[in-house]
């Protein structure tokens, strides 16, 4: 049975995603964890922003919830409230949506479809994505290009990052007189560079973990690039902050801000934090002069646009029902896979077992016609006498369920 499970911006606040974010530098562990201690099949972890989903192959999801209680540290019953769990069809039809950006906060953008590959990739090389899991993800990525090529979802589209960019302008009336920090160096952080250099703003920094990746995205904007730490001597030079790396921990506290604010005599600074957990420890939005925004702060933002794509997400939701029943009509399939398997390895070793007492026969110089005609009717018998057996012996409604199930098999009609 294939389960989803996990918390996403729809159901649970900030303070809760993070506390079960996983680290991407551990997710090879955390994978290699759960299958090891748990009787969980198959496993892939999903840790976004916006999310944190696990979905697996398992009897029962159970245990699987109180390993991510246990793994996080963080009681089964303050989890409860926020957690959803479910089985097929819908953990299948949940996968669909999330790859195609149904569930997303911003509906329709194309970055969840890139993490879910990531997160397939890490299970792969953790040996935890096993049968069913790869087909379901693979049917995923291709419901999703459906999607994206079929229908409208993509229009009009609000991002993160150019919802950053509004937020800002509401602060500066002009971002081009700004100096601009940037802290991080991945996907998202590159693309709230695209959107904000657009403004042509007057100084560009990154601020990296590693020097030379820093640079390299620097020098795309015209920038220059410093370490992490050395976050607290260049702060207080920058007007605008955007930040989203993979720090299990905040990497600018309420301190240096502080500082910082002494620094530009109490000058606004406005600062992003993209990241789950923190990059940005809460209090420092208590400041008077600091307009902190986290991720669920975007949220209205992204909203606007949504509306001209409403009818783009009906044709989507249909095209993932017929989808969903596709990938069911395959989990059918593949469960008599042994039942098929095993009627074959009878039925072969029937075919070995008269072919053998035929070939004994001929080498006593019986007729090849006799051995024919005696070998087909040994194997019809023998193909023939379990079912027989099983119609002559069952009673009431068992007997005609049989009779019409081995019409089907045996594609029988009446002779009324």
């Not at 499970?5 to 729809?10: C, K, R, V």
């Not at 993070?18 to 201690?37: G, I, M, N, P, Y």
């Not at 990531?118 to 291709?142: I, M, N, P, Y």
């Not at 070998?375 to 002559?392: C, D, E, G, I, Y």
Request: proline share 3%.
């Amino acid at each position: 049975m294939i389960f989803t499970l996990g918390i996403n911006h729809h159901s649970a606040p900030l303070v809760i995603r993070e506390r079960v974010a996983f680290d991407a530098a551990k997710l090879h562990h955390a994978l290699a964890d759960l299958t090891r201690s748990k009787p969980v099949k198959e496993v892939a972890i999903l840790s976004t922003c916006n999310r944190t989903e696990i979905y697996c192959a398992a009897e029962t999801p159970d245990v699987v919830i109180d390993w991510l209680s246990q793994y996080h540290q963080v009681d089964r019953a303050e989890l409860a409230p926020f957690l959803y769990t479910h089985d097929q069809p819908e953990a299948i039809r949940h996968a669909f949506r999330v790859a195609s950006g149904l569930d997303s906060m911003v509906v329709g953008e194309p970055q969840i479809l890139g993490q879910m590959k990531d997160a397939v990739r890490a299970a792969e090389e953790s040996g935890t994505l096993g049968t069913q899991l790869h087909k379901l993800f693979q049917r995923s990525f291709s419901v999703a290009k459906e999607v994206r090529s079929t229908t409208a979802i993509g229009a009009n589209i609000v991002s993160m990052a150019a919802a950053g960019v509004h937020l800002a302008e509401r602060i500066f009336e002009d971002i081009g007189s700004q100096r601009i920090l940037f802290i991080g160096a991945g996907e998202m952080i590159e693309l709230c560079a695209a959107h904000f250099c657009s403004r042509q703003p007057k100084q560009v920094t990154i601020a990296n973990r590693t020097l030379e990746r820093g640079r390299a995205l620097a020098e795309r904007f015209n920038g220059s690039a410093i370490r992490l730490d050395e976050l607290g001597e260049h702060l207080a030079q920058h007007d605008i902050v955007v930040s989203c790396t993979g720090s299990p921990l905040p990497i600018i506290g309420l301190g240096m801000v502080e500082r910082a604010v002494k620094v530009r005599r109490h000058r606004p600074i406005f600062m992003i934090d993209l990241a789950v957990p923190r990059d940005i420890e809460e209090e420092v939005g208590q400041l008077d002069d600091i307009f902190l925004y986290t991720v669920d702060d975007l949220a209205q933002v992204v909203e606007s646009g949504m509306e001209s794509r409403q009818a783009a997400v009906v044709e989507a939701e249909d095209i993932i029902k017929s989808r969903v029943q596709d990938f069911l009509g395959w989990l059918q399939a593949r469960d008599t896979v042994p039942v098929i398997r095993s009627l074959r390895d009878s039925a072969e070793r029937m075919r070995r077992h008269e072919v053998e007492h035929a070939m004994k026969l001929l080498a006593k110089g019986e007729a090849p016609e006799k051995v024919i005609e005696h070998l087909s009717h040994r194997l019809t018998n023998k193909f023939l006498h379990s079912p027989t057996q099983a119609l002559n012996l069952a009673e009431g409604s068992e007997r005609s369920e049989l009779q019409s199930a081995a019409s089907r098999l045996f594609h029988l009609h009446s002779n009324d």
